[in-house]
């Protein structure tokens, strides 16, 4: 599996940060721009180990993923199981959150993905790389400004809120 990190300070504490990227896991579309929708798959109202989402990329792609491992408020796991994204074969995630002051702290995202054929991931790592940026900034933006972000207006946003 080819394994990507990214980091980036959220000015917030983690229990803020946890509240949004695991209590609304089934909403992640409101921060990443990457989305444009997303919704809790079954019964689920709130993130928790084994719930699993449904994330649409546009009016075709789609994936589906399930928490698979949880320490609460400090990180988790995610598998994808299902989707239709072209090339892409296994993929999961690690969020790991880490205070670094009083309301400010640091997301990491371990990111691995497995691509068939194999050689693709070599093709692809750019692109798949900018979209988990993507998805921390917007993260952050939520989060610090209580805002959605989405396809739309996320080159003003990045712009603007450095």
């Given at each position: 599996?080819?394994?990507?990190?990214?980091?980036?300070?959220?000015?917030?504490?983690k229990?803020?940060?946890?509240?949004?990227?695991?209590?609304?896991?089934?909403?992640?579309?409101?921060?990443?721009p990457?989305?444009?929708?997303?919704?809790?798959?079954?019964?689920?109202?709130k993130?928790?180990?084994?719930?699993?989402?449904?994330?649409?990329?546009?009016?075709?792609?789609?994936?589906?993923?399930?928490?698979?491992?949880?320490?609460?408020?400090?990180s988790?796991?995610?598998?994808?199981?299902?989707?239709?994204?072209?090339?892409?074969?296994e993929?999961?995630?690690?969020?790991?959150?880490?205070?670094?002051?009083?309301?400010?702290?640091?997301?990491?995202?371990?990111?691995f993905?497995?691509?068939?054929?194999?050689?693709?991931?070599?093709?692809?790592?750019?692109?798949?790389?900018?979209?988990?940026?993507?998805?921390?900034?917007?993260?952050k933006?939520?989060?610090?400004?209580?805002k959605?972000?989405?396809?739309?207006?996320?080159?003003?946003?990045?712009?603007?809120?450095?």
């Amino acid at each position: 599996m080819s394994k990507s990190e990214f980091k980036e300070v959220i000015n917030a504490s983690k229990e803020k940060i946890w509240e949004v990227l695991f209590n609304q896991y089934g909403d992640i579309h409101i921060h990443n721009p990457g989305m444009s929708a997303s919704k809790y798959i079954g019964n689920a109202i709130k993130g928790e180990l084994n719930v699993s989402r449904h994330v649409m990329f546009n009016d075709k792609l789609f994936l589906e993923e399930t928490i698979v491992e949880v320490n609460q408020n400090n990180s988790f796991k995610v598998e994808a199981y299902n989707h239709n994204l072209p090339l892409l074969k296994e993929m999961s995630a690690v969020y790991e959150l880490t205070s670094i002051g009083e309301e400010k702290s640091e997301i990491k995202m371990t990111s691995f993905a497995t691509t068939s054929p194999g050689f693709m991931i070599y093709l692809m790592k750019g692109q798949l790389g900018k979209g988990l940026k993507q998805h921390l900034f917007g993260l952050k933006y939520h989060i610090e400004t209580g805002k959605t972000v989405d396809k739309n207006n996320y080159l003003d946003v990045y712009k603007n809120h450095k």
